[in-house]
């Protein structure tokens, strides 16, 4: 299950999830091109992968930041900048555009700081924006819990698109985080699940006063959860799929 749109565009131009979006392809591409030998990647790593080892030594603090520019593969790079296309742009939107882009900011150095409090001591590289695009998400559920969600759903050979809230949506991903956090120490490598929780959890946080200044529940009942604009309509499509009535 992965999210592929929501149905609420942004009233204004989301010039910094453009702008983000646009230079973490730039980088992708500019070291698929021009950083090809092992020394090269891993002095690139080194200078700015966030390397918990490194900062527990009292070092390269920069790359809290710097991390979240970087990407492990095609997929790695696709799958963030979707997420963040879908969720971005509605935060900028009522956060405004620099407001957004030091809580983009901060939520990718603080979830940086949160996979290090699990692994001080470690020397895997953790790389990727997918700490700050969790607090982008975190921000997301708080201001519009109930903002429609289409969702690619597919098991085994059954193929859907279908709309759900994004406080479920979210909420399963957080949980998914959560439970395959348990047990990983994050000093293997792989899939930094305690970056994405923590760096959920901060966006949420950061996102409160601005909640709490929209009037809190009130801001909710309004809103009825959604964002406090007109949503976006698609047209339905009937599935291919045929129907097996029971007998």
Known sequence: MFPI????????????????????????LYGLAF??????INNLYFNYAMIPARISAGEGYITLVTSVFLHAGFMHLAGNMLFLFIFGDNLEDDMGHIPFLIFYLLSGAGAALAQWAVAPGSPVPTVGASGAIAGVMGGYLLLYPKAKVDVFIFFIIIFRIIPIPAWIMLGVWFALQLFNGIGDDGSGGGVAYWAHAGGFIIGLMLTLPLWLRLGAMRYW????????????KYPFRQTSIPKVPRR
């Not at 910094?16 to 392809?25: E, F, K, P, R, S």
């Not at 950083?35 to 090269?40: D, F, L, S, V």
Request: overall charge negative; hydrophobic content about 30%.
């Open 35 to 40: 950083i090809t030998t092992n020394a090269e």
């Open 5 to 28: 749109r929501d149905h609420n565009p942004s009233q204004r131009t989301p010039f910094v999830t453009y702008t983000l979006m646009a230079l973490n392809i730039i980088i992708w």
């Open 221 to 232: 009942d309004q809103t009825e959860g959604h964002p406090p604009h007109p949503e976006a």
